[in-house]
């Protein structure tokens, strides 16, 4: 079975500074990821994602991600933290047409 | 974003009475899922289906019941509602590709008091 492990339920950034949020996969065979947000009180939206297609992948709002293989991870980057970016993230795997979720990362953006 | 509508949008209702949620789509996709979300768990899979009348359980069925008659709608049905399905509930659709993207809904906030 496909699963993925969100390191960190919190994550505290200043503004302008720079967001990192961890994800680590489980999968037996080449998995697809995606990073989802969500806003307070709304449903999820897509990020990004990755098919094996490039190992960088860039998404909306600046975030981006990479895949490395050889440390099972899918982190999410951006460079530098917007008082819009306060949310909370989850980090998916997709097997057999379902995703499964991280139990998921809040981001709180200090002014 | 694909045009996924919920309703009710919020729900308030008492122990052991039946409750069904309805998830409305206008993107013609073949796959919708039913998740609840609580705090500490992220999203979990209740139900999905893949064609009209075509369902399977997720993780977390127990107590949950769906149906699908249509292409565009998707039902969520609890029983005999308890307080333990109190949280929300999203639905979402994809398309037929392994790596189509999952499209969610604005969801619905139950409390079964």
């Known amino acids: 079975a496909q699963s993925v492990t969100q390191l960190g339920s919190h994550v505290s950034v200043s503004e302008g500074a720079l967001v990192l949020l961890r994800c680590n996969y489980s999968?037996?065979?080449?998995?697809?990821l995606f990073w989802y947000v969500q806003y307070p009180n709304q449903g999820l939206q897509l990020l990004l994602k990755?098919?094996?297609?490039?190992?960088l992948v860039k998404g909306i709002n600046g975030f981006e991600a990479e895949f490395k293989k050889s440390e099972t991870s899918f982190h999410l980057t951006k460079p530098s933290a917007h008082m819009s970016d306060a949310a909370e993230y989850f980090c998916?795997?997709?097997?057999?047409?379902?995703?499964?979720f991280g139990a998921g990362t809040t981001v709180t953006v200090r002014a | 974003d694909a045009g996924i509508t919920q309703s009710p949008r919020h729900k308030v209702t008492e122990t052991g009475t039946p409750v069904t949620l309805r998830c409305h789509q206008t993107?013609?996709?073949?796959?919708m899922y039913w998740y609840r979300q609580d705090p500490g768990h992220g999203l979990r899979l209740i139900h999905y289906?893949?064609?009209?009348?075509?369902?399977d359980k997720g993780e977390v069925s127990d107590g949950y019941s769906v149906s699908r008659s249509k292409t565009e709608d998707f039902l969520l049905t609890l029983e005999s509602a308890t307080s333990s399905q109190t949280s929300v509930y999203f639905c979402?659709?994809?398309?037929?590709?392994?790596?189509?993207?999952?499209?969610f809904g604005p969801g619905t906030r139950l409390t079964v008091l």
């Open positions: 979402a659709t994809s398309g037929e590709g392994l790596t189509d993207t999952q499209y």
């Open positions: 999968s037996s065979v080449p998995p697809y």
């Open positions: 990755y098919t094996s297609a490039a190992t």
């Open positions: 998916a795997v997709k097997g057999s047409y379902k995703l499964s």
């Open positions: 993107e013609n996709h073949r796959y």
């Open positions: 289906s893949y064609g009209v009348k075509d369902t």
